[in-house]
């Protein structure tokens, strides 16, 4: 005769008890639910079999389900403001000279020039050599170096007033430029600085900061709380215009515009460099035999050097913008190792130098020596110079174990490490 069959056996008081771990926690063991603590290195694989086997009959039996969780608070507005990061900054003064810097950049992308440029396949960068003679040049075959980052207004005058700032009268230099946000944002942060000098190797990127830099010109020279036509700058929901301003600007955007791949700009003067006097125009370059531009320079005076003409039937002429209210900048196209003579006068130089090359780093340091003794020099390197240079402290330095002479700044790209060292006497 057959019997019916019998109830399942009664699962084991804990999972972790017949696997010869830790008892269940005291909220499992009122529900009789067990619980996996931690494996055990001799629990044996049929014990182990047999209490899952036990927990899922015991998760399908009559047991009362666990107590439903609290119920949410009753719903209720929330406010969301969002603020501007110019409102940081202490003074208005440098809080409209934020809005004219953010004005002049919007619709200018960078790393999209950059990474068209790298499409159009040009020849590898390179730089020529400072080391002894018949070293062949450095040439970055893979364009690590031409990874784009960008920094914006405030992040970078908090990291200039951490390195000490620009003194009056003092010489910033960028080497490696872009389209000359970091040019142009320590020019309007540090407006009694000597002269604020970019070196760019990529042709297209200098073209772009040569019009943000006319760009910013002329909004300098409007009204004091104009919206320079540029309405809807600020949400970014206008179309951005080729040449890099904003829609509705009616202003100064010239600079050549880059030919393909091949390192020539239309416009551009092949072997020299192209100047006009007073407040005049010059976007000349020297063309190297590798494709990319070799030297050359924009620069005029009365603090509106690198100005370009108007865009579209203008007259050239850019409207000198109020004393006092930018640095003199020059913008220079070409190879930084060429061009030692005409940034060596710096006393504070930046090179966003992450994804240099390190023959190209040794390089640097090598040019960096033509600095003046007290120069500070701000890489990406937490060693740098050879004895030539020496860690410096910031002005407000990290916590330990940090070291002394690092400071952060926010980019693009997230945030990034920067190094403050000083040139030695010799």
């Not at 006319?214 to 020279?221: E, I, K, N, Q």
């Not at 600095?371 to 330095?397: D, K």
Request: charged residues 15%; contains cysteine; hydrophobic residues 40%.
């Amino acid at each position: 005769a057959s019997s019916a069959p019998g109830p399942a056996p009664a699962p084991p008081a804990s999972l972790a008890a017949a696997l010869g771990l830790c008892g269940p926690s005291p909220e499992s063991a009122q529900r009789g639910a067990p619980v996996l603590v931690a494996p055990h290195p001799r629990a044996p694989v049929a014990d182990l079999t047999a209490a899952l086997a036990a927990a899922i009959a015991n998760a399908s039996s009559d047991a009362a389900p666990p107590p439903p969780p609290e119920p949410l608070p009753a719903s209720r507005p929330v406010t969301c403001r969002l603020v501007a990061e110019r409102t940081e900054l202490e003074s208005a003064p440098l809080r409209r000279a934020c809005k004219r810097y953010d004005a002049a950049f919007c619709g200018v992308d960078g790393a999209a020039l950059s990474q068209q440029y790298v499409k159009g396949r040009p020849p590898p960068p390179r730089w020529t050599s400072l080391m002894d003679a018949g070293t062949p040049p450095v040439e970055d075959h893979n364009f690590v170096s031409l990874t784009y980052g960008e920094a914006e207004f405030v992040p970078l005058r908090k990291l200039l007033r951490a390195v000490g700032g620009v003194r009056d009268g003092a010489t910033f230099v960028d080497l490696g430029s872009g389209c000359g946000r970091v040019v142009l944002g320590a020019a309007l942060a540090f407006p009694a600085a000597k002269l604020v000098v970019g070196v760019e190797l990529v042709p297209q990127l200098h073209d772009a900061a040569l019009s943000a830099h006319a760009l910013l010109l002329d909004f300098l020279s409007g009204p004091a709380d104009g919206c320079f036509g540029l309405q809807s700058c600020d949400l970014n929901d206008a179309p951005a215009p080729a040449h890099g301003g904003c829609a509705g600007a009616s202003t100064a955007s010239g600079g050549s515009t880059g030919a393909g791949g091949n390192g020539s700009a239309t416009g551009s003067t092949a072997g020299g460099s192209n100047s006009s006097s007073g407040g005049g125009v010059s976007t000349g370059r020297a063309e190297g035999a590798d494709g990319l531009a070799g030297g050359g320079s924009s620069c005029s005076g009365n603090g509106v050097a690198g100005a370009s003409p108007a865009l579209g039937g203008g007259s050239g002429a850019v409207r000198a913008p109020p004393p006092g209210s930018i640095a003199p900048v020059r913008l220079l196209c070409g190879d930084f190792l060429q061009t030692v003579g005409e940034w060596s006068s710096a006393d504070v130089l930046l090179a966003t130098s992450l994804c240099f090359p390190p023959e190209l780093v040794s390089e640097l340091e090598q040019a960096a020596t033509a600095l003046r003794q007290g120069a500070r020099v701000i890489c990406m390197q937490p060693c740098f110079g050879s004895g030539a240079f020496r860690p410096c402290s910031v002005v407000a330095p990290l916590p330990p174990p940090e070291p002394p002479h690092k400071v952060v700044m926010e980019m693009s790209f997230g945030d990034a490490s920067f190094y403050l060292f000083e040139r030695l006497p010799g």
